[in-house]
């Protein structure tokens, strides 16, 4: 099993629609989960943590379940500015060790 | 300002040839990383360093060397450059393992 998978898309969805990715991750003992968000050609730019408790940022909700080994991104509202890259990035908590997923594309179509 | 900052931002070089990458954070953080991306492939740490003089290999450190004798600063080397070198180059930064800020990327491309 990889350390950190995610499904590579492209998510094509239609504006004003709710969207969902999951990323999965092999160690159990990790700690610490993010969202990034990369528009292409760009550096990835931190969207938001992902507390054990799940949390929520305006359209974004970002939840985590430990027991099924993986985290969500849910956006509610597309809007096309939202269409970009979505990286899930997994703290290991064993050396140092940081691992981001290869990211989904997400295509918010007018 | 503040901030992180690599230089070039875009670079061609031949085969063989060495070839340094900077990167500089105004922030004094603890950790810096370079990462190279390809398609395919997402992100893929090549070194890290969790304080100055502290450097440590990532997924792909064959054929680069890095160094860190100031906090600020993390340079990339490339000793003799090859084709598959040919990348897009991150260097990031954080005070401890969570969110990392990332400075603008390196387009190299080895000829």
């Known amino acids: 099993r990889k350390e950190v998978e995610q499904d590579p898309g492209p998510f094509n969805v239609p504006e004003g629609a709710t969207v969902a990715f999951n990323c999965t991750y092999s160690n159990s003992a990790s700690q610490s989960f993010f969202w990034y968000r990369q528009d292409c050609r760009k550096e990835p730019k931190l969207l938001m943590s992902v507390y054990s408790s799940g949390n929520e940022d305006g359209r974004f909700t970002a939840q985590l379940n430990r027991a099924s080994q993986y985290i969500s991104l849910l956006i509610r509202d597309s809007k096309l500015s939202d269409s970009a890259t979505y990286l899930c990035v997994v703290n290991m908590n064993r050396d140092d060790k940081i691992i981001f997923g290869k990211g989904t594309r997400l295509h918010i179509l007018p | 300002d503040a901030g992180i900052t690599q230089s070039p931002r875009y670079k061609i070089t031949e085969t063989g040839r060495q070839v340094t990458l900077m990167c500089h954070q105004t922030w004094s953080h603890s950790y810096m990383f370079w990462y190279r991306q390809d398609l395919g492939h997402g992100l893929r740490l090549i070194y890290y360093?969790?304080?100055?003089?502290?450097?440590d290999k990532g997924e792909v450190p064959d054929g680069y060397v890095v160094s860190r004798s100031k906090t600020e600063n993390f340079p990339l080397t490339l000793e003799s450059a090859t084709r598959s070198q040919t990348s897009v180059y991150f260097c990031?930064?954080?005070?401890?393992?969570?969110?990392?800020?990332f400075g603008p990327g390196t387009r190299l491309t080895v000829l």
């Open positions: 990031a930064s954080t005070w401890t393992l969570g969110e990392q800020f």
């Open positions: 360093s969790a304080a100055a003089d502290i450097t």
